[in-house]
């Protein structure tokens, strides 16, 4: 069965220092990525897909089949990404999504 | 309304007790979604629908568990005998065509229904 892992549940960054929250999957197909984020008081919602390759608020994430990971980042946080993140993995076929537990991130100024 | 609705916003149930959780998704939006999410996990699969037919139930946990959405727009996930295990946060989600794999077509969620069981 694929799943989805983030082994950090908080990460804790001063204000302008780089960002890289992990995420790890397994799954032997050809999976779809996705980070969604959910910052407080909010709904969850979609932030990036790697099909897209696409940068969001200043985050990127690739995919690493060698690896397995779906790592996010960002270059220089700021104070309004802290939020929650989450992972989700997307099978070829179907239509469920498998999140990771999700990882807390907290920007100080 | 401009996103997914979902009611109640909070539920407490008696171990044993019926409860029914509403959604109503984004007008016209074909695909929707249940997830259930416990504390401290990510949103865990439930069941999902292709307008009023329930193409996928695997993740419903028991037969306790019943999902539906008769006219293929507003659903209601059903629990019977709620036992504290059931105790989590369901969310709703939906999207304009069928699944979610197109790029212009992201799942949109609800704010979800916060189930606890005594």
């Known amino acids: 069965a694929q799943r989805v892992t983030q082994p950090e549940k908080l990460l804790s960054v001063f204000k302008g220092a780089p960002v890289e929250l992990k995420c790890n999957y397994s799954y032997s197909g050809s999976p779809e990525l996705f980070w969604y984020v959910q910052y407080s008081r909010q709904r969850l919602q979609l932030l990036l897909r790697h099909i897209s390759r696409e940068s969001i608020k200043g985050f990127t994430a690739d995919l690493n089949k060698g690896e397995t990971s779906f790592h996010l980042k960002k270059p220089f946080a700021q104070e309004e990404d802290s939020a929650m993140y989450y992972c989700a993995l997307k099978r070829e076929y179907g239509n469920k999504l498998v999140f990771g537990a999700g990882t807390i991130l907290r920007v100080k100024s | ?118």
């Open chain 2, 1 to 118: 309304g401009a996103g997914v609705s979902q009611s109640p916003r909070y539920k407490v149930a008696k171990r044993g007790q019926d409860v029914a959780l509403r959604c109503d998704p984004i007008s016209g939006h074909v695909s929707l979604f249940w997830y259930q999410q416990a504390l401290g996990q990510g949103p865990e699969f439930l069941t999902y629908f292709q307008n009023e037919a329930q193409l996928d139930k695997s993740g419903l946990p028991s037969d306790r568990f019943f999902a539906e959405r008769p006219e293929g727009s507003v659903s209601t996930l059903k629990i019977q005998r709620t036992q504290q295990e059931d105790s989590a946060v369901y969310l709703c989600a939906s999207s304009l065509v069928a699944g979610f794999s197109s790029y212009n077509s992201p799942l949109h969620f609800g704010n979800g229904t916060r189930l606890t069981v005594t």
